[in-house]
């Protein structure tokens, strides 16, 4: 039996450890630096960066060469975050039980900060400090992947769409790729950067974003699906906070029972993909798993 | 006796022609690529994307190839202005005469075009139709000096500074030290990216780099001087608002001849460390007499 918390403890630690490497290397006395740290920090779950670790693993890769890489997507992610917690965006002051970044410093710090992430995490990609060996050509792949990813055509128009659905009655397909834009599309990115820099061939590279295309989904049913019925003192958040908000979910679309059965669906089809990976994708199948039993 | 005006016209139509297919090429229907089209329409002097052209040319390199890499520079240019513009930063609702994209379209809205046109820069500099041949090497290295330069100990920082800077008094060199982060350091990599992608040796990169440094300062020397004694008509812009605004600049430090000499002094130095390049380098010396001579 794999022990998934074990695996995800080591590696968030190791992304942890990275993560704050790649802040304090230079003037980390700055408030802009501060902000950057701050939100950073914040203790999130790290699911990106463990996602592209366990990918490289899946293909045969040394997933310790690609830490920086790794944490590059989870500063993507963080600047997302910092952006979408805006006043005029979903304006939320709290994010994980903390200020948020707007809260904590100031709205123009909190909008470069989120700036400086993003374009830090190009500027790790990129790094001569990141090339292990003479791997140029994978590292522009992976950047032209994740600009894709997280661009104007992707998580940025997810965040788009997700602003103008407020109130508004979705069709199951609209709800479908309002969650694949706005998140599955970092997450697919974060497997194929794991897969690529793994060394993976074409085809596996495929069947490693079509796992994540299908558990990018499963969790955001899953995460509708807390909403409705977690319990808050285990999530660490209250409940019922989308129906509050008039925000479309899973449950609210098509009932609970039947986002449930959709989310195992979607959990089978990504073990499906990757049955004839060996127990070296043993880590992404347990992910898979644990989306559809977690908690919180 | 060089024709800079003929040069700046016909290299200003190819990059808006380029920078218009850039973004129509796709779902150019959406608000998210209305605002970011919007914004990089607005009649912006193309001063980045020209001097990375006229550095490939001035290293005997082909800029007609590179066209789609200088247009990323103007990509990154306008979503700092756009995110300048915010409310939260300098609230501005007029650039060039134009509603900000914050007015014409809202806060949100904006705030995302910037991030997905600082993205979609790095997706064309990443970009497998950007590459000429097998130089991903060459580009890898051009994603890392743009992100850099870009970066929150680059431009990021620069806009920090200037937002703590309001209402204070500056050193000279504090001064210094804001603008070259502020708009020098993107004047740099624009200048080094025409001049790797030319397939200039390091010490030819290091020059024009030196070039653009002293360039980019003297541009914004002459920026506070037009601010004073500068025609309204002519600069299609108001006089006097740095001082309203109690603005730190050149002349209120150092007086206006100080200033004048300042700005002559850093041409100077421009045109002579490139004093050994043939005649294919004459558009950057024109520009940098533009600088000193220019009326708006």
């Known amino acids: 039996m794999f022990d998934l918390k074990k695996y995800f403890d080591e590696k968030r630690d190791q992304i942890n450890i990275c993560l704050d490497e790649l802040l304090s290397s230079s003037t980390n006395s700055t408030r802009i630096a501060s902000a950057m740290k701050y939100s950073l920090m914040a203790g999130g779950k790290r699911l990106r960066p463990v996602l592209c670790l366990a990918s490289a693993e899946a293909v045969c890769g040394n997933s310790d060469n690609i830490i920086r890489e790794a944490c590059a997507l989870e500063m993507i992610h963080t600047y ?10 979903d304006n939320d002051d709290l994010r994980r039980g903390k200020p948020t970044c707007h809260i904590a410093f100031d709205e123009a710090t909190a909008i470069l900060a989120g ?18 060996e003479n791997n140029s050509s994978k590292h522009l792949d ?28 979705l069709s199951f397909d609209d709800l479908e790729k309002l969650h694949r834009l706005k998140t599955g599309v970092l997450i697919e990115a974060s497997v194929c ?67 449930k059965k959709l989310a195992e669906k979607l959990v089978n089809n990504a073990l499906d993909v990757i049955s004839h990976f060996d127990h070296r994708a043993d ?7 644990y989306i559809l039993h977690r908690k919180r």
Chains 1, 2 share one sequence.
């Open 115 to 132: 700036d400086a992430l993003l374009t830090l995490a190009f500027q790790i990609l990129s790094s001569p400090e990141t090339m292990s």
């Open 80 to 89: 997302s975050l910092i952006h979408d917690d805006l006043p005029s965006m």
């Open 142 to 169: 992976i950047v032209n992947r994740v600009s894709v990813a997280a661009g104007y055509q992707g998580m940025i128009q997810g965040q788009m769409d997700d602003i103008e659905a407020e109130g508004k009655q």
């Open 193 to 259: 950067t794991g897969a690529v820099l793994g060394g993976a061939e074409t085809e596996k590279v495929e069947n490693l974003q079509s796992y994540a295309e299908n558990i990018g989904l499963a969790f955001q049913v899953t995460d509708d699906i807390l909403n409705v019925e977690g319990d808050p003192e285990i999530m660490g958040k209250s409940a019922g906070t989308d129906m509050e908000r008039g925000k479309m979910t899973y449950p609210s679309l098509i009932g609970i029972d039947k986002s």
């Open 283 to 289: 880590p992404l199948r347990s992910i898979a798993q």
